[in-house]
């Protein structure tokens, strides 16, 4: 028997990736969301920055101007270190919502608008000891294929990650080293100079990264939910119901109409044969239709039945194989001959009712 894993060579179907997105299973990156989490922070951080140190400044101040033994009243902790707390979400809630908001729209860019009720719901099957024996093996065995692999990326980032920042610190190396003996300002504005090259080259390989591991995550989400060719014509079935029972309701339908059809054969005004393989039913009311109608039509032995109805109804028959094979083949039953056929038919329709009239 083969493996269930190698049969899986089929594409998953627009249903199956439903499915797959309404228990929570997508295809989601937390490097590339972790990246530009970071560099949105980083970004944040740069713009908040300087009303963060005046804010931190004002803080200082009002901490140092209310030292005085005289000033502090214990009695009161609260109404002490309110003010610091509100110096405090001046600095901190600004930052931390934007962050949140952008954190949300990232994640919602990375994975779209999933609601998955069922990873919602709780089970106690998941706190029995054996799920979560098989949890713990699965996260701590070393020599699990997908435990390797996130190591394995883990030390890849932090290797290149790392690198990228020594780089940046060792181009500088010479600034670096003349910060001996210079002023403070001056020093300060060459450390930070080399602090934002670190960053910006620390954020580039993050973001870099970022965008493989999204790769890696779309490759192996798409190999996860690939369909045995089993599974796609079950679910084929599902959608467009059995080929069986479709191919027998189709034959009950076909025998109504065939009924219907072949009920309307007794009303007809003449039937039309080629003599034995075609036979076309015609009927003439000017209160149903402006030409005449073809009201029963039949090849072979569905022929032969419309001849011998036609027989026992005592409806012309005429032989006429130009006429009958054209109107077997243009007109559908039901449906109103065409003008390029008037003529004939209208002969075929004179003669009949000549025979009546003259009988």
């Known amino acids: 028997m083969g493996n269930e894993a190698a049969e899986r060579t089929e594409e998953a179907t627009t249903r199956r990736r439903t499915k797959e997105r309404e228990r929570g299973n997508v295809s989601k990156s937390r490097?590339?969301?972790?990246?530009?989490?970071?560099?949105?922070?980083?970004?944040?951080?740069?713009?908040?920055?300087?009303?963060?140190?005046?804010t931190i400044l004002n803080m200082m101040r009002e901490c140092f101007s209310h030292l005085s033994a005289s000033v502090v009243n214990t009695s009161n902790l609260m109404g002490l270190l309110l003010p610091y707390f509100h110096y405090l979400a001046v600095i901190v809630l600004p930052f931390m919502v934007l962050l949140v908001i952008f954190s949300i729209i990232v994640i919602r860019l990375d994975v779209g608008q999933v609601f998955a009720l069922e990873r919602a719901k709780f089970n106690l099957e998941n706190l029995s000891p054996r799920r979560m024996l098989q949890n713990a093996k699965r996260m701590f065995n070393p020599f699990e294929p997908r435990s390797m692999v996130e190591f394995a990326k883990s030390i890849l980032k932090i290797v290149i990650v790392g690198a990228c920042g020594y780089s940046a610190v060792n181009s500088r190396k010479g600034d670096l080293l003349g910060l001996v003996g210079l002023e403070i300002p001056i020093a300060l504005n060459i450390l930070s100079s080399v602090l934002i090259n670190m960053v910006i080259n620390m954020c580039l390989a993050m973001l870099i990264l970022g965008y493989l591991d999204k790769k890696y995550q779309n490759y192996e989400y798409e190999k996860s939910i690939k369909m045995t060719k089993q599974e796609v014509k079950d679910e084929h079935k599902d959608t467009e119901g059995d080929p069986k029972i479709k191919a027998k309701i189709k034959s009950i339908q076909m025998q109504m109409a065939r009924q219907r059809m072949m009920s309307s054969v007794p009303t007809a005004d003449v039937v039309v044969t080629n003599p034995t393989h075609y036979a076309v039913a015609i009927k003439y009311d000017k209160t149903k239709a402006p030409a005449p109608m073809?009201?029963?039509?039949?090849?072979?032995?569905?022929?032969?039945?419309?001849?011998?109805?036609?027989?026992?109804?005592?409806?012309?028959?005429?032989?006429?194989?130009?006429?009958?094979?054209?109107?077997?083949?243009?007109?559908?039953?039901?449906?109103?001959i065409p003008s390029d056929m008037y003529v004939a038919v209208a002969e075929i329709l004179a003669y009949v009712f000549r025979q009546k009239n003259g009988s």
């Open 31 to 54: 490097d590339m969301d972790s990246a530009l989490v970071m560099v949105a922070g980083i970004g944040l951080l740069a713009i908040f920055l300087k009303g963060m140190i005046e």
């Open 294 to 336: 073809v009201v029963a039509k039949g090849v072979d032995y569905l022929a032969f039945q419309i001849r011998e109805i036609a027989k026992e109804n005592n409806v012309p028959i005429v032989e006429n194989r130009p006429v009958a094979r054209a109107l077997y083949n243009t007109v559908p039953v039901d449906g109103v």
